[in-house]
């Protein structure tokens, strides 16, 4: 997993609330178990028309947001199903970042484990990013995680909360495998001594 530390990069609006995991990776997309691809498929109902050409009223297709890789989006982002299919196609399609309100619970847990920082704010918050989104389509916004703020050119400045776990997973590029793996000489000594002490339970292997 990538570590992160700061971003910065232009912020999109998605100004609706109670956005699925099926609206971010509808199900026929599914049937693939590589992280890579997904992308492309990202709000798909949304991005695109029946005839398959782009829908020129959707934010990501409007060219001021073709880059963006800061989502700002609306409350309860991230509800419906648990596939983790929904982060997978957000950090592929080159989201670093997702702010809203809330978000599910497993939604946000998956997001750490794939490298996107979920930031929760305030509904204030959230209203004045997206009055500054509206009067400067494009601009860009910065993150720094380990001072835990989020900056905007209108002079805004954010302090979010996250877990310090988490927070230190992030800076660090370890998911909960990686996270294990510091303590690998530890689990080896762990296993030989209990090869000694119980060889019984080890003749099987």
Not at 10 to 33: E, G, R, S, W, Y
Request: contains cysteine; negative net charge; hydrophobic residues 40%.
């Amino acid at each position: 997993m990538e570590s992160f530390t700061s971003h910065k990069g232009i912020a999109a609006p998605l100004n609706i609330k109670n956005v699925d995991t099926d609206q971010i990776i509808p199900k026929q997309f599914l049937k693939a178990i590589s992280r890579a691809g997904f992308g492309k498929n990202l709000f798909f109902d949304w991005r695109y028309l029946e005839n398959g050409a782009e829908n020129p009223d959707f934010v990501l297709n409007q060219t001021n947001y073709r880059k963006a890789s800061i989502l700002v989006a609306g409350d309860n982002f991230g509800c419906g199903s648990s596939r983790e299919h929904a982060p997978w196609a957000i950090l592929d399609y080159g989201f670093k970042v997702v702010v809203s309100t809330s978000f599910a619970d497993i939604f946000y847990n998956n997001c750490f484990k794939n490298s996107i920082l979920p930031i929760k704010v305030t509904e204030p918050e959230l209203n004045n990013l997206f009055t500054e989104l509206a009067k400067n389509p494009g601009v860009e916004f910065e993150v720094d995680l380990p001072s835990q703020t989020l900056s905007t050119p209108g002079s805004a400045t954010i302090n979010f909360e996250i877990d310090a776990f988490k927070k230190d997973s992030m800076i660090k590029g370890l998911d909960d495998i990686g996270w294990t793996l510091q303590f690998e000489d530890k689990i080896s000594k762990f296993e030989a001594e209990q090869q000694q002490k119980y060889p019984w339970l080890w003749q099987s292997r």
